[in-house]
T-cell receptor
């Protein structure tokens, strides 16, 4: 399986600021996903990011709040904009394996705390 | 959309078998997954099963799928303290995966 890294691993941010999270994969992948895991909760899909096209957002998530870039087949960023304490979560990027579209793997996550 | 439900907590003694259960609503889910999340760590894909299968075994892990009842289970044989984690079942097709609420497994030495 691919190796997925995320930066930063954790951060504490002030209300009203923005944070950009980076996701790097060691191989080319078509599909990249961004999830949110709120404290003690399950994972919720924020958006799907394909290279060369606009990200597709799930219900309840909008581009102005969570802009996503996907400049190439190994990298993506998620920005959490104008943060509030409710944005405190773990943010995880995920990929589907190149040779088996149904195997989905996750990065280590970025733990965000908004004060 | 898909709803996936799990019991929240399971406690077993070391060496016993653990069975974690999951129910889902969307019968069109093509794949069903089990993930493990240890404290402070990301998600590890443990195993998955195609919706046209009834059972899959992988070393200490056995996945059973009852399509009629939309019920999925994960059995861990000879449970060890290192198996203590949160286990998520998830269902979906190509691209989109919906996660369950997670079951916290506590293994008592």
């Amino acid at each position: 399986s691919a190796v997925i890294s995320q930066k930063p691993s954790r951060d504490i941010c002030q209300r009203g600021t923005s944070l950009t999270i980076q996701c790097q994969v060691d191989s080319q992948v078509t599909m990249m996903f961004w999830y949110r895991q709120q404290p003690g909760q399950s994972l919720t899909l924020i958006a799907t990011a394909n290279q060369g096209s606009e990200a597709t957002y799930e219900s309840g998530f909008v581009i102005d709040k969570f802009p996503i870039s996907r400049p190439n087949l190994t990298f993506s960023t998620l920005t959490v904009s104008n943060m509030s304490p409710e944005d405190s979560s773990i943010y995880l990027c995920s990929i589907t394996a190149w040779d088996s579209s149904y195997e989905q793997y996750f990065g280590p996550g970025t733990r965000l705390t908004v004060t | 959309g898909e709803d996936v439900e799990q019991s929240l907590f399971l406690s077993v003694r070391e060496g016993d078998s653990s069975v974690i259960n999951c129910t889902y609503t969307d019968s069109s889910s093509t794949y069903l997954y089990w993930y493990k999340q240890e404290p402070g760590a990301g998600l590890q894909l443990l195993t998955y099963i195609f919706s046209n299968m009834d059972m899959k075994q992988d070393q200490r892990l056995t996945v059973l799928l009852n399509k009629k009842d939309k019920h999925l289970s994960l059995r861990i044989a000879d449970t060890q303290t290192g198996d203590s984690a949160i286990y998520f079942c998830a269902g979906g097709g190509y691209q989109k995966v919906t996660f369950g609420t997670g079951t916290k497994l506590q293994v008592i030495p």
